[in-house]
């Protein structure tokens, strides 16, 4: 077996092994260079492997609202190359090294990340700081990537059924917040930009004091830190004030509803709802509420709905964890022959039982089972200690929430999930879309 091959299937398993500290405290080690970049250590030895990862506090919400889908842009112009980094070579370096390397973006923050065998962290941390201070960003790198992002849109968004479903839902939750477009943005708006206006961006927003670098797995901390210091001690603070949006989008006040139609065969129906900020006791309850509602075939939407009544084909509900007060989504695809009106129906009638009826013992219970598992699960691989890491630190200044997060949701009781359920889920607070076939759409 060739070198790379071997490397990449330890990598793979490494992945997916059980952490060894994930069920007991993450210990990390957390510091800031003088250009600002924040930096958190988490040394685990458990296996060979390492994840260096790097967030940026930039979403879609800090674009100029006429140049759109800015920030996912950059997530993919800054493979490109840097001025010592051959343009297409970061791939097929860390490949060439048994890694692996991705990276995403959201309304909030853009994330990178490697995971390298441990002997190979210089690597990583070298190239990464090639992209905070030397990208190559010129007219060849950013045709190319028009075309990739454009295909990307197809892809992901308009050729996929349903694909359209997130951003239906914010552009018509939100009037005044930059959440209401998503951060696949307008392909006019990539079109028109200038390389100026890319390098601005640049300068304005990847710089240290805007980034957290976050690494976990088998790493020695002190000599770690001497290779931070010699990779991104020299990189000069970022000049230009980082745009923060202020703007708050106002309470809802009446029930909003849209048609939109697509290329679907079955009617889907979501209804949302806007929620209170991130990291306060009324946001994990609704964590909660949405989980009762959807997770797992005992869950309420697919007893009830998917099973004894067979209105809905596939239900389910969710929350995005957004930096800003975000939306509850909840949505169904119809069962052949069935209105989307009748599936509305029952959608709200179980939101109503969990405002009105008492929560069980039984089925509270395995809420908190469930969010001790999901807590302890997203835990158990390095790249997920870096990321949440970065993630608690970015969002709320608070990198030890890795530890304490989860007693956020023991602590919410049954009558705090009825009170925040009658709180929020109102229909003064709801939008609901109808996701219909194009085929039903009337002409002229």
């Known amino acids: 077996m060739k070198r790379t091959a071997f490397l990449s299937l330890l990598l793979s398993a490494a992945l997916f092994a059980g952490n060894a500290n994930a069920t007991g405290n993450i210990k990390f080690t957390e510091f800031d260079l003088p250009n600002g970049l924040h ?18 506090h930039v979403g879609s919400k800090n674009e100029d609202p006429q140049r759109t889908g800015f920030a996912h842009f950059f997530e993919h112009l800054l493979f490109e190359g840097s001025e010592n980094i051959g343009r297409g070579e970061y791939m097929k370096m860390v490949q060439a090294n048994g890694g692996q ?24 941390l070298w190239m990464e700081s090639e992209r905070m201070l030397h990208a190559k960003i010129d007219m060849v790198g950013v045709e190319t990537q028009r075309k990739v992002v454009k295909e990307e849109k197809k892809q992901r968004y308009d050729n996929t059924p349903y694909g359209q479903l997130l951003n239906v ?27 100026d206006e890319f390098m601005n961006f640049y300068k304005t ?17 002190a000599k770690t830190k001497e290779l931070i210091t010699k990779y991104y001690g020299d990189i000069p603070k970022g000049t230009t004030a980082i745009p923060r949006p202020t703007e708050v989008e106002p309470e809802q006040k009446a029930e909003k509803r849209v048609e939109f139609y697509d290329n679907v065969q079955l009617p889907a129906v979501i209804v949302a709802y806007h929620t209170p900020k991130m990291g306060t006791d009324d946001w994990y309850a609704m964590q909660l509420l949405t989980q009762m ?11 009830e709905i998917v099973e004894n009544q067979q209105k809905g084909l596939a239900v389910g509900a969710f929350m995005i964890p957004n930096e800003d007060p975000g939306v509850a989504f ?24 969990v405002k009105t009826a008492a929560i069980g013992n039984e089925e509270y219970q395995k809420l908190m089972n469930q969010a001790e598992n999901d807590f302890v699960t997203q835990n ?8 949440n890491l970065a993630t608690y630190y970015t969002y709320m200044h608070n ?32 939008l609901v879309v109808y996701y219909l076939p194009k085929a039903q759409q009337k002409k002229g």
Request: aromatic share 10%.
């Open 380 to 387: 158990q691989r390095v790249q997920g200690i870096a990321e």
């Open 101 to 124: 390397l991705n990276a995403n973006t959201s309304q909030d923050r853009t994330f990178y990340y490697e995971v390298l065998p441990s002997n190979q962290l210089e690597l990583a």
């Open 330 to 353: 909840m949505y169904g695809i119809t069962n052949q022959g069935v209105k989307p009106e009748e599936l509305e129906k029952s959608m709200i009638a179980e939101v109503e039982k």
């Open 169 to 195: 839902v914010y552009e018509n939750a939100y009037t005044t917040h930059p959440y209401r477009w998503s951060p696949i943005g307008k392909e006019q708006y990539i079109d028109k930009a200038t390389l």
């Open 293 to 303: 509602l959807s997770q797992g075939k005992s869950s309420r939407f697919q007893k």
């Open 39 to 56: 930096v958190i250590l988490h040394e685990d030895h458990s296996t060979p492997i390492v994840a260096v990862s790097v967030m940026y």
């Open 399 to 430: 990198a030890d929430l890795i530890n304490t997060e989860l007693e956020h949701y023991t602590k919410i009781t049954k009558e705090d999930l009825k009170r925040v359920a009658n709180k929020y889920f109102t229909k003064e607070n709801r």
């Open 205 to 221: 927003f990847y710089v240290p004091n805007n980034a957290v670098l976050s690494i976990a797995g088998d790493l020695d901390v």
